[in-house]
C-alpha cells in the first residue's frame, strides 16, 4: 500500500507563482486525491540532472524520517526542460533569484539555463555555445531517467513518471537503449508522451501567471489528470 508520494521537478512543480504553493501546487492536490502525504523535492529552476541527483540522494532520509519502506512509496518526477543543466562550484557565488533558498543537497550546485545565458553568466554561455546539442541533451536525458528508474525499481519504490514541459524533438538514435529500459505504462501521456499531456500543455483558458506559471486551475487540472491515470 503506497502512504506517501515524492515529486520532483522544477518551478512548475513546487508552484511558482501560486499565491499559496505549500497548498495549491499539483502535488500537493494529487496527494489529496490520493489521501496520502506529499513530499515535494521540487526547485526553481532544476534540471533534470538536479532531479535526478537529489532524488537518489533524498529518499532514503525521506523513509527514514517517515519510518517507511520503499514498497510504501510512489516517486513521481515531472522532467522539465532537456536545455538546462548544471555543475558543482561550490566557491562560486549563487545565483540571486527568486523562491525559496537551496536546501542542504543543493548547496555548490550552479544551474544553466537559458535565462542565465541571456543574464551574461559565462559558464551558462560557454555550455551553450560549446557543448549543447538538442541531440546529446535528449541522450543525456534519457540516460539519466534509464538509470534514475533502474535505482527505483530495484529499491523497490513505485516509479511513476510525467512531464512539466513538452518533449521538444525525436528520440535520438543514441537514445533508443535507454527507452527500451522504460515502461511506457509508468509515464503519464506514454513514452514518448503525447501532444496535450505536459503541465504546460494545458488546456485553453486556463490562467497563468506574468512568468507563464500555471495558477490554480492549471495546477488542479494537471493533479486530477494524474489522479486519473494512477487510479487507472
Known amino acids: 500500500m503506497v502512504k506517501l508520494l515524492v515529486t520532483n521537478g522544477c518551478s512548475c512543480t513546487r508552484g511558482e507563482e501560486l499565491r499559496d504553493p505549500a497548498s495549491h501546487a499539483w502535488p500537493t492536490l494529487l496527494g489529496d486525491a490520493l489521501g496520502i502525504d506529499v513530499v515535494n ?106 538509470l534514475l528508474d533502474a535505482f527505483l525499481r530495484q529499491g523497490g519504490f513505485h516509479a511513476r513518471y510525467a512531464f512539466a514541459f513538452p518533449l521538444t524533438g525525436t528520440v535520438p538514435d543514441l537514445a533508443r537503449p535507454f527507452t527500451r529500459t522504460l515502461e511506457e505504462d509508468t509515464v503519464w501521456g506514454g513514452l514518448p508522451p503525447r501532444p496535450g499531456h505536459s503541465f504546460l500543455e494545458m488546456p485553453d483558458g486556463l490562467a497563468r501567471g506574468p ?3 500555471p495558477l490554480e486551475e492549471g495546477h488542479a487540472w494537471f493533479a486530477a489528470s494524474l489522479g486519473k491515470w494512477l487510479s487507472a
Not at 107 to 131: E, T, V
Request: proline content about 7%; some cysteine; glycine content about 10%.
Open 41 to 146: 523535492l521540487a526547485r526553481d529552476g532544476s534540471s533534470n540532472r538536479r532531479v535526478v541527483r537529489s532524488t537518489v540522494a533524498r529518499l532514503a532520509d525521506v523513509c527514514a524520517d517517515r519510518r517507511l519502506r520503499p514498497q510504501e512509496v510512489m516517486v513521481l518526477p515531472a522532467w522539465t526542460q532537456s536545455s538546462r543543466h548544471e555543475y558543482h562550484a561550490p566557491r562560486e557565488k549563487p545565483e540571486v533569484r527568486t523562491g525559496p533558498a537551496d536546501g542542504p543537497g543543493d548547496r555548490g550546485w550552479q544551474r544553466i539555463g537559458p535565462w542565465r545565458q541571456d543574464a551574461g553568466h559565462k559558464p551558462s554561455r560557454a555550455f551553450y555555445d560549446h557543448l549543447w546539442s538538442e541531440e546529446g541533451q535528449l541522450a543525456n536525458f534519457f540516460l539519466d531517467w534509464a
Open 211 to 213: 512568468g507563464g506559471h
